[in-house]
């Protein structure tokens, strides 16, 4: 039988209220809401943790310090990032908060002190390359929290699973010539950013490290989730260990998100997730941190975070 280890750990903060968008903008602070709804219906143990803001030195293995003074100068202004990446008075400690709780989840789920975790937070973060912000991301929250792990975490080999109906650019970006990263991307093509072909596997060392699979629009979930589970199968045939796995968990490829046009489920979201578990227990990862990137039908939101966070548990 598939047990977990105790209760997932959820790590919220008010802070990210403060991060405002115009109205209209998809993603609001109401995502938050939805989310935990979703953590407070899902039939499993949680234990809620207020996070801190991330350390400059965290922040700084990703993220150029002119980078990270440009944000903070944009954000005293409310001046934008880029056409649709919108910024406000309270955007730097939302987004500083949010890096901060990965990093937090991350050193938690090493320690042993949980099996899975997840990071309820926003802004999203997988476009964010290292200088710079897009797609409504800011700081890059996953690859933080990933070269954190490798830097002080006794943690050598990190694998990201992204399945964010976008392709997370920033983070493929930011590991595509490190070996000690595998990045794992399925996501809707043709569709915003416009990168994460097939031919895309890294660079340098890392070359074979990156692996995307781009699905067209109105996949059907079956063949949706069965390219999942081959690209998953493709990771750990590839000889790579990971010590930990992180789910950058957009929910986003939801048949109701008007952000796309592919038809997933909430139990489509369940079944990848365990998939994702599985994949972790039997690379003998130390366990899962999901870290919330996209999603912007609010029902769906809830019962993908229900589903999600009950599959998560058993890691």
């Given at each position: 039988m598939r047990q977990g280890r105790g209760p997932v750990l959820v790590y919220y903060s008010d802070a990210f209220r403060e991060?405002?968008?115009?109205p209209g903008h998809p993603e609001r602070v109401e995502r938050l809401d939805a989310v935990l709804a979703g953590v407070e219906s899902a039939k499993v143990p949680v234990r809620r943790l207020e996070p801190a803001e991330v350390t400059t030195e965290d922040l700084f293995r990703v993220h150029s310090p002119d980078h990270v003074r440009a944000v903070e100068e944009a954000c005293s202004m409310r001046k934008p990032m880029d056409a649709d990446t919108y910024t406000s008075p309270g955007t730097y400690r939302a987004t500083l908060t949010a890096a901060g709780a990965c990093v937090q989840?991350?050193?938690?789920?090493?320690?042993?002190?949980?099996?899975?975790?997840?990071?309820?937070?926003?802004?999203p973060g997988h476009h964010a390359e290292a200088d710079r912000s897009m797609g409504f991301c800011i700081f890059n929250n996953v690859a933080v929290a990933a070269a954190a792990a490798l830097a002080g975490m006794s943690c050598k080999a990190v694998s990201i699973v992204d399945w964010d109906v976008h392709h997370g650019n920033g983070t493929q970006k930011i590991f595509c010539s490190d070996p000690r990263v595998s990045y794992f991307s399925i996501h809707?093509?043709?569709l915003y950013p416009g990168t994460g072909t097939r031919r895309e596997m890294g660079r340098g060392k890392g070359r074979g490290f990156t692996l995307n699979v781009p699905m067209p629009p109105n996949s059907s979930p079956a063949n949706y989730v069965a390219a999942f589970g081959r690209g998953l199968d493709r990771v750990g045939t590839s000889g790579f260990v990971p010590d930990i796995v992180?789910?950058?968990a957009g929910f986003d490829a939801h048949a109701a998100d008007r952000l796309s046009r592919e038809n997933l489920q909430a139990d489509d979201f369940r079944r990848m997730t365990r998939l994702a578990v599985d994949f972790a227990r039997?690379?003998?990862?130390?366990g899962v941190v999901s870290?919330?990137?996209?999603?912007?039908?609010?029902?769906a939101l809830t019962e993908c975070t229900a589903a999600h966070l009950e599959e998560l548990s058993l890691a």
């Open positions: 991060h405002r968008n115009p989840a991350v050193a938690a789920v090493l320690r042993g002190d949980a099996g899975a975790a997840f990071c309820v937070v926003r802004p809707q093509s043709p992180m789910i950058s039997a690379s003998g990862a130390g870290i919330l990137e996209g999603g912007y039908d609010l029902r």
